[in-house]
């Protein structure tokens, strides 16, 4: 089973601090993803990368960065955290194409404060 | 940015019900789609795909794809307990980016 790790599990920020979000995969994938998760709500795209030193925006990137020093590592970065970034994140990876699947992350609850 | 819809947003059945779940989507582009199931707190998980019309069965879940109607569907038999969750429908777009529905939230009663 394909193996992707995040870290915190779960973070309580103040309004206007940085926070990083962590993510490592041992799956050999090429793409790996950053998804945002409202309460009971679908998974939003943020950022991506399908190769390391390179990220590419998603369908929500505003108020986020992301890094990908290597391979395995993938993080998320919040410069200046708001209340409205307050949801769960996923972190996935997978191999390139339609027809594979993507493996997610156990998600790190991120509250806002 | 959501171009996959779906419906409904929660749905509530009996156990042994036949459940429907309903995903259309804004252009025909793709030809990746795939339901993913995620239990309360849990990873979603890609539970089946579809890459071309037609209809594909796997145990109690069959999903039907109709590219030219843009509508792509889940059917569960003999509904379980266990299969209370959120049903995430997603298409592939460009190749490299999973974009996902809006999710269907499912009570099976017991």
């Known amino acids: 089973e394909a193996a992707v790790t995040q870290s915190p599990r779960s973070k309580v920020a103040v309004t206007g601090g940085k926070v990083t979000l962590s993510c490592h995969q041992t799956n050999n994938h090429d793409y790996m993803y950053w998804y945002r998760q409202d309460t009971g709500h679908g998974l939003r795209l943020i950022h991506y990368?399908?190769?390391?030193?390179?990220?590419e925006k998603g369908d929500i990137p505003d108020g986020y960065k992301a890094s990908r020093p290597s391979q395995e590592n993938f993080s998320l970065i919040l410069e200046l955290a708001s209340l409205s970034q307050t949801a769960v994140y996923f972190c996935?990876?997978?191999?390139?194409?339609?027809?594979?699947?993507?493996?997610f992350g156990k998600g790190t609850r991120l509250t806002v404060v | 940015q959501q171009n996959v819809q779906q419906s409904p947003e929660s749905l509530i059945v009996p156990e042994g019900a036949r459940t429907s779940l309903n995903c259309t989507f804004s252009?025909?582009?793709?030809?990746y789609f795939w339901w993913y199931r995620q239990h309360s707190g849990k990873a979603p998980k890609a539970l089946m795909?579809?890459?071309?019309?037609g209809e594909k069965e796997e145990g109690r879940f069959t999903i039907h794809l109709n590219k030219a109607s843009l509508h792509f569907s889940l059917h569960i038999r003999d509904s379980q307990p266990s299969d209370s969750a959120l049903y995430l429908c997603?298409?592939?777009?460009?190749?490299?980016?999973?974009?996902f529905g809006t999710g269907t939230s499912l009570l099976v009663d017991p």
């Open positions: 795909s579809i890459f071309s019309n």
């Open positions: 252009d025909s582009a793709s030809q």
């Open positions: 990368s399908y190769v390391a030193d390179s990220t």
């Open positions: 996935a990876s997978s191999d390139q194409g339609g027809n594979t699947e993507v493996f």
């Open positions: 997603a298409r592939w777009n460009m190749g490299y980016k999973l974009t």
